[in-house]
C-alpha cells in the first residue's frame, strides 16, 4: 500500500515526521527537490537501497545519488578537500552535485560497487527537513528507468502508486531538468551531466570544468560519461523527432503535413502551427519547467508522433537540448535523416 501524503502547512511537521519514519523503518518514499522527483530511502541500508532498484525497474549498475542536509553528513559519506568544501559551504543548498571519493559507509549497492558517490544538498524545503529527520537518503529521480523524469506529483502518483511505501504530494518542482553532475575526483573537474546548475556558475563560483561533447547529449553509445547515461533516457513512448534547424523547423510546422504530430514548441513559433501545439514556454527556463511534463502529455495524446525544436544552448539550455537530444527517436540535422522525417509524414497521411 501506498500512502500519498498530502503535505500543506497544517500536517507539515507530521507529514516530514511520517516520511522520516518510514525512511529510517527501511521503506521508500517519493518525494519533491528543486529539480525533479526523487525515489529515496535510507542510504546506509542496502536492503531499503534494493527496493529503490525495484520499484523503478533500474539496473544495478546504475548508482545513486546520496542527498544530504548539511555538511556534517557528507562527511559521513565521501571525501572531499578542504578548499571545495569551503566553496560548497556558500553555494549548498543547489542543484549542483558533485563526484566525490565515497567512504566505507556507503554501502555497494548505492554507488554500484564504485569507489565513488555522488552527493546532492537539495535546495527545497521538504527535501532538506526530510533528509535533516531521517538522515542521508539515496535517491534516483522517481521515474520509471527509460521514462522522463517527473515534475509533478500527479505524474508521481500515477507512475508509482503501489511501488513505494509513501508519496509527497507537492506540486510541480522548480526546474524541470535534473541536478548538474560535476566529477571533481579529477582536474580540472569535469561535467557529467548538464543540469539546472549552469556551467558559467560552475566556472564562477567552483573554477575550470572539462566539457566532454558527450555533454550535449547526441550519441546514445555504449560509451557514456556516467553508468546511467548509456541508457536510453527521458523518452516518451512516442517517436519524437527533433528539428534541429529553425527555419526548417518552422516550415515543417506551418506545413500541411502535420495532422499526426504533437508539436511542442516556444511560444513564438506556436502560433505559426498549422495544427495541435504545446507551448513550451517563453523562456528556456519556462522550457525546462515545462519539458518532462509536456512529454508526457505527448504520451497521452492520440497523436502517433512528436516533433520538437531546438533552443540556444547557453545557460540552462544546455540540460534541455541534452534531454532533448537522449528524448528523441531521430535528431533532422541539416539533410542528415531528413528521409526519415518523410518517410514518417508519408506513413501517416
Ligand atoms: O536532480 C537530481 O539529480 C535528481 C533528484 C532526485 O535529486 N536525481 C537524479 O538521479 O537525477 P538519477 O539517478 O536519475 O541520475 C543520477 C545520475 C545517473 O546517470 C548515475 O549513473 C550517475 O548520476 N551517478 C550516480 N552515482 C555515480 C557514480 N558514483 N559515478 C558515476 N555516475 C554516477
Ligand atoms: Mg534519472
Excluded at 11 to 27: E, P, Q, V
Excluded at 165 to 184: F, H, M, N, Q
Amino acid at each position: 500500500m501506498t500512502e500519498i501524503i498530502h503535505i500543506n502547512d497544517n500536517n507539515y511537521n507530521l507529514s516530514i515526521k511520517k516520511c522520516a519514519d518510514i525512511i529510517k523503518g527501511g521503506g521508500t518514499v517519493v518525494f519533491p527537490t528543486e529539480t525533479v522527483y526523487g525515489l529515496g530511502a535510507d542510504a546506509f541500508n542496502p536492503e531499503a537501497c534494493s527496493k529503490i532498484f525495484k520499484a523503478k525497474n533500474r539496473p544495478a549498475d546504475n548508482p545513486l545519488i546520496v542527498h544530504i542536509s548539511n555538511m556534517k553528513m557528507l562527511d559521513r559519506v565521501a571525501y572531499i578537500d578542504d578548499e571545495l568544501k569551503e566553496k560548497m559551504k556558500d553555494i549548498w543548498p543547489s542543484p549542483i552535485t558533485l563526484l566525490l571519493k565515497k567512504k566505507n559507509t556507503v554501502p555497494d549497492i548505492v554507488s554500484a560497487g564504485l569507489d565513488t558517490v555522488c552527493i546532492r544538498f537539495p535546495d527545497n524545503r521538504i527535501a532538506l527537513d526530510l533528509i535533516e529527520a531521517s538522515g542521508p537518503i539515496a535517491a534516483p529521480s522517481a521515474n520509471i528507468s527509460t521514462k522522463p523524469s517527473i515534475v509533478d506529483s500527479g505524474t508521481a502518483i500515477k507512475e508509482l502508486n503501489g511501488r513505494v511505501d509513501a508519496i509527497i504530494d507537492a506540486g510541480r518542482v522548480k526546474y524541470g531538468v535534473e541536478s548538474t553532475i560535476l566529477d571533481c575526483t579529477q582536474t580540472p573537474y569535469r561535467l557529467l551531466r548538464a543540469g539546472a546548475f549552469t556551467v558559467d556558475d560552475i566556472e564562477y563560483m567552483i573554477g575550470d570544468v572539462y566539457i566532454d561533447p558527450l555533454v550535449k547529449g547526441y550519441t546514445q553509445s555504449k560509451v557514456a560519461l556516467t553508468p546511467g547515461l548509456k541508457y536510453r533516457h527521458y523518452a516518451p513512448s512516442k517517436k519524437l523527432f527533433l528539428i534541429e534547424n529553425e527555419d526548417k523547423f518552422r516550415d515543417f510546422i506551418s506545413s500541411g503535413n502535420v495532422q499526426d504530430f504533437f508539436i511542442l514548441s516556444s511560444d513564438q513559433n506556436c502560433s505559426l502551427a498549422n495544427g495541435e501545439c504545446i507551448n513550451l514556454g517563453k523562456d528556456i527556463y519556462e522550457v525546462a519547467h515545462n519539458l518532462f511534463y509536456d512529454f508526457r502529455l505527448l504520451d497521452a495524446s492520440d497523436k502517433k508522433y512528436g516533433v520538437i525544436q531546438s533552443f540556444p544552448e547557453n545557460g540552462i539550455g544546455l540540460a534541455v537540448m541534452n534531454r532533448i537530444r537522449k528524448a528523441s527517436f531521430l535528431i533532422v540535422k541539416g539533410k542528415e535523416n531528413i528521409d526519415k522525417l518523410n518517410e514518417a509524414i508519408n506513413e501517416t497521411r
